[in-house]
Nanobody
Framework: QPRLVESGGGLVQPGGSLRLSCAAS????????IGWFRQAPGKEREGVSC?????????SYADSVKGRFTISRDNAKNTAYLQMNSLRPGDPAVYYC?????????????????WGQGTQVTVSS
């Protein structure tokens, strides 16, 4: 059974940075499509960023985070990351990572099979 564990969330001031990690176990992350999603209270879960696979350079970002967030993988650690810079008041949410064998368009949360438990990101001065 695939297992994903997110970490790295916390409280940061506007303009600050956080790096979220998604540690995978029970399967090789290398072959999977990885997505990062977020859900704020009262809102639907939305796609933030995704990577189709390690063998493809294709990544996607929501318009609201382009130029500020970067998705990456470390295959040796079987871990995915979301580097978040220039955090804004609109970014706070619970952030989730998810995986699926292969799925495109990878920003659509409906396509994913396995999810982590989420990590809270708060932006406040």
């Amino acid at each position: 059974q695939p297992r994903l564990v997110e970490s790295g969330g916390g409280l940061v001031q506007p303009g600050g940075s956080l790096r979220l990690s998604c540690a995978a176990s029970g399967f090789p992350l290398y072959h999977y499509t990885i997505g990062w999603f977020r859900q704020a209270p009262g809102k639907e879960r939305e796609g933030v960023s995704c990577s189709l696979s390690s063998s493809e350079a294709s990544t996607s970002y929501a318009d609201s985070v382009k130029g500020r967030f970067t998705i990456s993988r470390d295959n040796a650690k079987n871990t995915a990351y979301l580097q978040m810079n220039s955090l804004r008041p609109g970014d706070p949410a619970v952030y989730y990572c998810a995986v699926v064998g292969y799925f495109d368009p990878c920003l659509d949360p409906a396509g994913y099979d396995d999810w982590g438990q989420g990590t809270q990101v708060t932006v406040s001065s």
